[in-house]
């Protein structure tokens, strides 16, 4: 099915999205958090909740915006994304999220589809916007603008600090416990799987939770709730069982950062930066 550029601006109806502590603690738990990250895990203090987390609740929004833009799960990969909080996320309840198609731009080979999504809580607490940037396969060369350039380059200088931790093998196959069920991460005959990158890869919003973490150890001294905005781009895949590195480098109240794979050397995660409160 190709894609329907008139789905732009389109608006979803609000999706409801309901969770527990439990939620909170597998997200973290698919992202690497480990037992010197007690408050993230346990319920007996909070438990408090990653900025990344976003990204689940409004999931099923995405799903809605992208489904009626004529996007199917066996042509995609992320291409970016960005999580912006307004108010601290709780670690149970039920939340309200509308997505709109924000523009479809198109790249020669594929085009990407950029979504929006604002939640809200029961009360109508404006809580966080995510913007996902979704590469579709094969669907370019229709005649549209290109996407516009991303900022977020590391400086030159050394970084302020540096994380390195391995992924498990199951690491994907723990992460898309929390909702994205897309076989790329877990069947090694899906088709993208075959085609494409031989094995199943790591969903790229896993990696980014990597990187969260990395933020809120090296740049808010252990307090998640100081991130007020998280944006990356996912320039190389990931294999679960990579060894991930995390560098950032702080100037004021924005940290830039970067990931990159001990295995191969390579960046995944770039144009990244977070911003915080200092």
């Known amino acids: 099915m190709a894609l329907d550029l008139t789905s732009v601006d389109r608006r979803t109806e609000p999706t409801s999205f309901t969770y527990t502590s439990k939620d909170a603690i597998l997200y973290a738990l698919g992202v690497g958090a480990t037992r010197d990250e007690l408050d993230y895990l346990y319920e007996g203090r909070g438990p408090k909740v990653l900025p990344s987390f976003a990204v689940i609740p409004a999931f099923p929004a995405l799903m809605r915006a992208t489904d009626g833009a004529g996007v199917t799960v066996d042509r ?47 009360a109508g607490t404006h809580l966080f916007d995510t913007e996902w940037g979704i590469l579709v396969l094969g669907e370019g060369g229709f005649g549209g603008e290109a996407p516009p350039g991303r900022e977020g380059t590391a400086p030159s200088r050394a970084a302020d600090f540096r994380f390195e931790e391995k ?6 196959l723990l992460y898309r416990l929390s909702g994205d069920l897309n076989p790329l991460h877990a069947d090694p005959d899906f088709s993208l799987v075959k085609d494409r990158f031989g094995t ?10 990597y990187m969260t973490r990395a933020v809120v150890k090296g740049a808010c001294q252990g307090d ?38 001990r295995e191969r050397g390579e960046a995944v995660l770039t144009q990244a930066r977070a911003e915080i409160t200092v």
Not at 236 to 261: F, M, Q
């Open 167 to 172: 992924t498990s093998p199951e690491q994907a």
């Open 224 to 261: 998640a709730a100081k991130i007020r905005s998280l944006t990356a781009r996912f320039s190389k895949p990931v294999w679960p069982g990579d060894t991930l590195i995390t560098e950032g480098w702080i100037e004021g109240s924005t940290v830039y950062l970067r990931t990159t794979t």
């Open 76 to 122: 995609v990969v992320h291409g970016h994304q960005k999580v912006t909080v307004h108010a601290p996320i709780a670690p149970e309840g039920t939340l309200l999220t509308t997505a709109v198609v924000e523009a479809i731009y198109d790249m020669k080979r594929m085009a990407q589809v950029v979504v929006r999504t604002e939640t809200r809580d029961a």
């Open 200 to 209: 199943p890869i790591l969903h790229g919003l896993c990696t980014y939770g």
